[in-house]
């Protein structure tokens, strides 16, 4: 699908974390089409490898955690040796669990904001001396989930709305050495993470009970084309879909709407729903979400 490009990509190195599969590894083999040399770093090892070969010798995998400084610093050393420098970072790593805040397993939530927001820093952080070098580009990806805190996602709405703060902070930072930060909003996507949550036996009754829009899950191909587009364009905001954008003027109105439908929405039953599950199953099986989550907690 062509694209207005405004900036092009053709012979710029980009790291992307959590390129195993999904969003990540869709957006290198499209920026990677565009000339662009793939970083790509994530737990995945061997799916990571898959894609890298898929896409060619412009793309090269390191298998890093975005939680751990050590192994960060190793994979941004071997991009830079391997490429010569960083032009643009996308922060994508991310998870999520399933579960209510009472009752779910401690691991599980705490894992989701040490990768979803801690990750995004780090990441940042260590590869930042070479964007700006270069007056390159950072955009993180955040979330639906940072304008709509639903239940049965604290953790992930606190570490996506954290997401969503950081970068426009880190924004303002950055303008004076010539960085561009962008934040990207996607709302629910067909991914591994979405499936997952979708096949819970209690969460993915409530994600179904959503109303309208914010319920819809949209194919992989439209955040593409979002995310690519905001790339080529440096954007400071990247909403898939773009009614997204006008969302986030209501975001004051909207905890309150939540709480109110919540008490009719099964709320109630689902949190005696996920109790028994969790009788039955144990608290970490029936909290991990999707094969990302899985990688990112079994260290633990």
């Known amino acids: 699908m062509a694209l207005l490009q405004n900036t092009s990509v053709d012979g710029k190195v980009v790291l992307i974390t959590g390129a195993a599969r999904g969003l990540g590894a869709g957006l290198a083999e499209r920026l990677a089409a565009r000339g662009a040399k793939v970083a790509l770093v994530g737990l995945e090892a ?80 260590v590869t930042l001396p070479h964007v700006i070098e270069r007056r390159g580009y950072l955009l993180a990806i955040s979330s639906l989930a940072a304008i709509t805190h639903a239940p049965g996602m604290a953790n992930y709405a606190a570490a996506k709305a954290g997401v969503e703060a950081f970068s426009n902070s880190l924004r303002a930072e950055l303008a004076h050495l010539g960085v561009k930060v962008g934040v990207a909003h996607p709302s629910w996507i067909r991914t591994d993470l979405v499936e997952s949550a979708d096949a819970h036996p209690v969460f993915g009754k409530l994600r179904a009970s959503l109303p309208g829009l914010i319920g819809k899950t949209y194919p992989v191909e439209v955040a593409l084309d979002g995310l690519e587009s905001g790339i080529l364009r440096r954007a400071r905001t990247i909403h898939v879909p773009r009614w997204l954008g006008g969302l986030k003027l209501l975001r004051a109105f909207l905890p309150p709407i939540i709480e109110i439908g919540s008490r009719f929405r099964g709320v109630p039953a689902a949190d005696r729903a996920a109790l028994q599950d969790i009788e039955e199953r144990g608290a ?9 989550g899985r990688a990112a907690t079994k260290q633990d």
């Not at 970490?284 to 990302?292: D, L, R, T, W």
């Open 284 to 292: 970490f099986e029936s909290a991990v979400n999707g094969h990302g």
């Open 46 to 125: 061997e799916e990571q490898e898959k894609v890298a070969k898929r896409i060619g010798p412009n793309a090269h995998s390191w298998e890093a955690d975005v939680t751990s400084w050590d192994a960060l610093e190793r994979a941004t050393a071997g991009v830079v040796d391997r490429f010569g420098g960083i032009d643009i970072v996308v922060a994508n790593a991310g998870i999520a669990s399933t579960g209510f805040t009472r009752s779910m397993d401690r691991t599980a939530f705490e894992k989701v904001i040490e990768v979803d927001l801690l990750g995004v820093w780090r990441t940042f952080r």
